[in-house]
Every structure is written in structure tokens, then in C-alpha cells.
């Protein structure tokens, strides 16, 4: 069975950013938005104009978009999500335009599994540091990012 948008979008949050309280949830929301909807590079390319299943299932984006990681399974994917209200809610509150001012244009997120951020992601030097929220680095696109 297909997910719908909404579907989509509350497993990815809940699967990505679940332990990172609303506004953990709603950054991860807005970059997944903000991909959907950029003017130019790569995920513009990707998401033809706005499609949001094609940016979730971008290989190598989302781990939670994929069953196996390095040949291992990976038990924590949206097929194995059980959302809430709460994800349903920033669902739907980004499907309907809205951004955590925080995140602005950004189009990255990581959990470096330490205390500070790396200055650039991803490595090409496309995505450049713009805020740390909870647990996840955020980045915003540079120049270098239009010609992906």
C-alpha cells in the first residue's frame, strides 16, 4: 500500500527526529520541505517540482527511508513507525506552508553524535553551518549548491 503525503511525512518525522520535542520535529519537517520546494540544484531536480515521496526516497538520504543500511537491516524505518497525533500535527502544519523560522532555507540535518557541528556538509562543500537544535546540525545551502 502507498502512503500518502501526510503519511510520509509524519513517519519521516516521527522515525528522524522523534526524540527531539516539536521544534526538533518541526526543523526536520521544514528542510524536508524546503527540499521539496527549492528553486534550483539537485533536489530541485529531484523533487520535480514538488514531489515529496521522491525527496524521502532519494537514496542515501533519509536512513529511515530504507529497510537496509550497509547490508544490515534497519529496524528503525517509517514502515515500522507508528505515528501520533503529534507527528500527524507538524504534518500537516508543514504541508500547509509553514517553517520553524530557525531552520530558514536550509536543506541538510545530522546528528553528529557529538558536541559540536562540522562547519560544512555535505562534503562538497554545498551546505554551510547555520544553527544546532537539540541533538542535529543544521545547514543552508552556499553558492556551490546551485550547480549540483
Known amino acids: 500500500m502507498a502512503f500518502s503525503d501526510r503519511e510520509l511525512l509524519a513517519r519521516i518525522i516521527q522515525c528522524e527526529a522523534g526524540g527531539e520535542g516539536d521544534n526538533g520535529m518541526k526543523a526536520v519537517a521544514s ?5 521539496v520546494n ?9 523533487s520535480q517540482g ?12 533519509f536512513d529511515c527511508a530504507t529497510e537496509t543500511i550497509r547490508n544490515q537491516y534497519n529496524p528503525q524505518n517509517i514502515y515500522n513507525m507508528t ?3 503529534i507527528h500527524y500535527y507538524i504534518a500537516d502544519w508543514v504541508l500547509a506552508g509553514n517553517r520553524l523560522n530557525e531552520i530558514g532555507n536550509c536543506l541538510w ?6 558536541p559540536s557541528c562540522n562547519s560544512t556538509f555535505p562534503n562538497n562543500g554545498s551546505g554551510t553551518l547555520h544553527t544546532r537544535l537539540g541533538k542535529h546540525c543544521f545547514y543552508r545551502p552556499t553558492d556551490i549548491y546551485s550547480s549540483t
Request: net charge positive.
Open 31 to 35: 528542510v524536508t520541505m524546503n527540499r
Open 38 to 46: 527549492v528553486s534550483e540544484g539537485e533536489y530541485a531536480r529531484i
Open 50 to 61: 514538488g514531489n515529496i515521496r521522491n525527496i524521502i526516497f532519494q537514496p542515501g538520504q
Open 83 to 85: 505515528p501520533t497525533e
Open 109 to 114: 540535518y545530522l546528528n553528529p553524535f557529538k
